[in-house]
């Protein structure tokens, strides 16, 4: 009973240990999460600062006035890229007027290990254009980009009909082009036959009216090539002997006087050697 009670004991005790173990975390697994809560931390303070410092500043100054004050010698953040940012928003300004709204929409972690963020940028005359904020990984802004911007999920229904029927008469013009251009060289097949010479086709009636040479050779020969055997009378006497023999009748030979049986009128031989 004791035994069974201390069995008892170390099997629960190895179910335990199984099942601390599979719930403890290693320490690459720890160390893992903390540095994706540290990313996006980091993210997180990016996006608020490129909200702050960047897409407010846009909206609330006008670009003349942010003239004005690099011109004073201060700085937003330094002046290499305190310039930069004037070109981008000068390029905004020029296409689309000021700045009406502007939106943090998108940030992330670089494969070099920086960060982008993206702003979106609304002018007067409802345009949208995307300004791009580029950060080292000390988390410090370094450059900006600015591209075109389109929102599909606000796109209309009849736009996105309209660029779904171009992009079909498109596909159907490249199809219909190439089927035109392998007609076209299908049809230069002949001309090539021509310039190389034409192949004149065999006379199949004189290769019909032609006899093959095996024909000839297995044509039989004619009566009047066979030796006439009637002469031979011993031959004849023999061979009219047999037939009377054999068929109990009397037999003549052709040219004697006619009887009541067989009349051999003619004896031949034939090429496989045997008498008809």
Same mark, same amino acid.
């Not at 410092?53 to 003349?64: G, H, K, N, S, W």
């Not at 093959?212 to 044509?219: D, E, G």
């Given at each position: 009973m004791k035994k069974r009670r201390y069995l008892s004991a170390l099997i629960l005790i190895a179910l335990a240990a199984f099942m601390l173990s599979g719930c403890a975390k290693t320490s690459s697994q720890i160390e893992a999460e903390k540095q994706a809560e540290i990313k996006a931390e980091n993210i997180k303070d990016i996006a608020e600062y490129t909200e702050?410092?960047? /897409?407010?500043?846009?909206?609330?100054?006008?670009?003349?006035a942010f003239v004005t004050y690099l011109e004073s010698g201060q700085m937003a953040v330094s002046i290499p890229f305190d310039n930069d940012w004037s070109v981008r928003w000068k390029q905004f300004t020029d296409e689309h007027g000021a700045v009406k709204d502007a939106v943090v929409d998108l940030t992330?972690?670089? /494969?070099?290990?920086?960060?982008?963020?993206?702003?979106?940028?609304?002018g007067e005359?409802?345009?949208q254009m995307a300004l791009t904020i580029?950060?080292?990984e000390t988390m410090q802004p370094v450059s900006t980009a600015i591209a075109a911007y389109s929102n599909d999920a606000e796109e209309t229904m009849g736009s996105k009909m309209s660029t779904a029927a171009g992009n079909t008469i498109t596909g159907?013009?490249?199809v219909f082009c190439i089927l035109i251009g392998l007609s076209l060289i299908i049809s230069c097949f002949r001309f090539v036959n021509k310039i190389g010479g034409e192949v004149k086709p065999e006379n199949k009636d004189a290769k019909k009216s032609a006899p093959?040479?095996? /024909?000839?050779? /297995?044509?039989p020969q004619t009566k009047a090539a066979q030796p006439d055997l009637m002469k031979?009378?011993?031959l004849v006497a023999v061979i009219a002997a047999a037939i009377a023999a054999y068929t109990d009748s009397p037999v003549a030979v052709s040219g004697d006087a006619p009887v009541d049986g067989y009349v051999v009128r003619s004896i031949r031989r034939l090429n496989n050697n045997k008498w008809h």
């Open positions: 702050k410092y960047f /897409a407010r500043a846009m909206t609330t100054e006008t670009y003349d992330q972690r670089t /494969a070099e290990g920086g960060y982008n963020s993206r702003i979106i940028l609304t005359d409802d345009e580029s950060y080292d159907l013009l490249v093959s040479a095996p /024909a000839a050779k /297995a044509a031979d009378e011993e």
